[in-house]
Nanobody, 127 residues
């Protein structure tokens, strides 16, 4: 089973940028989609962005469209989340998750489709 590990979180001022990385270790049994989720204190976990195995298809939560970009480099077993124009409401623990799929083009957009989760990386946006 694959195991995602996140990095790149930190403290940033509103309007700033961060780049999160998700390195997926272990032996992949199939193609897998990757999603970024976040959970703020006292709020439910929500999907932020997701990407298909081939990297061609993506999904973004409405509040991050135009600000965040998800990409992947399968040769490096790494998925990135470039976060620009950060807002205080982006403050959360960000989780990377991987879910197996036989499809190279399918984007997994719900948490129940993901099998393996990272431990999370904290993103704090000050104002």
């Amino acid at each position: 089973q694959v195991q995602p590990v996140e990095s790149g979180g930190g403290l940033v001022q509103a309007g700033g940028s961060l780049r999160l990385s998700c390195t997926v270790s272990g032996r992949a049994l199939s193609r897998y989609g990757v999603g970024w989720f976040r959970q703020a204190p006292e709020k439910e976990r929500e999907v932020v962005a997701a990407i298909s195995w081939n990297g061609a298809n993506t999904y973004y939560e409405d509040s991050v469209k135009g600000r965040f970009t998800i990409s992947r480099d399968n040769a490096k077993n790494t998925v990135y989340l470039q976060m620009n124009s950060l807002k205080p409401e982006d403050t959360a623990v960000y989780y990377c998750a991987a879910g197996y799929t036989t499809s190279g083009v399918l984007v997994l957009t719900t948490a129940n489709r993901y099998n393996s989760w990272g431990q999370g990386t904290q993103v704090t946006v000050s104002s």
